[in-house]
């Protein structure tokens, strides 16, 4: 049993976000709501987040993956900047997944930005869940 006020570390936590102006939040708090009631620890940061808010709260919550969404069309630059302000504050070690309105051909260039995952329209939440489950791992 792990001492009082200590973090568990066998949930897996998760930063879900809505960087950017997109107001648009319905999918992502499905989403939350889903990975929330698979087990998981879930904080959701809001609409209108920065990068920089959504990198704060990952490190002050002891994240282990972030999963943002966007459905502006400015997910090249947003996804890529929150995986830079993890990197710049030696949080490389945080997954980051993401979901939208993303076309295809931008997929394989948010991959290689260091985005782990790319969910479009049409995933479920139980894909959602595995993937999760499968690729990112309690600190």
Known sequence: MAPAGAVST???RVVVAKPGLDGHDRGAKVVARALRDAGMEVIYT????????????????????VGLSVLSG???????RV??????R????IVVFGGGIIPDDDIAELEKLGVAKVF?????????VS????HVHPA
């Open 10 to 12: 066998d949930v897996i």
């Open 46 to 65: 809001g609409l209108h987040q920065t990068p920089e808010q959504i990198v704060e709260a990952a490190i002050q919550e002891d994240a282990d993956v």
């Open 74 to 80: 400015a997910h090249l630059t947003l996804f890529a």
């Open 83 to 88: 995986v830079e302000l993890l990197a710049e």
């Open 90 to 93: 030696d949080a490389s070690d």
């Open 120 to 128: 479009t329209p049409g995933a479920t939440t139980m894909e959602i």
């Open 131 to 134: 993937w999760v489950r499968e």
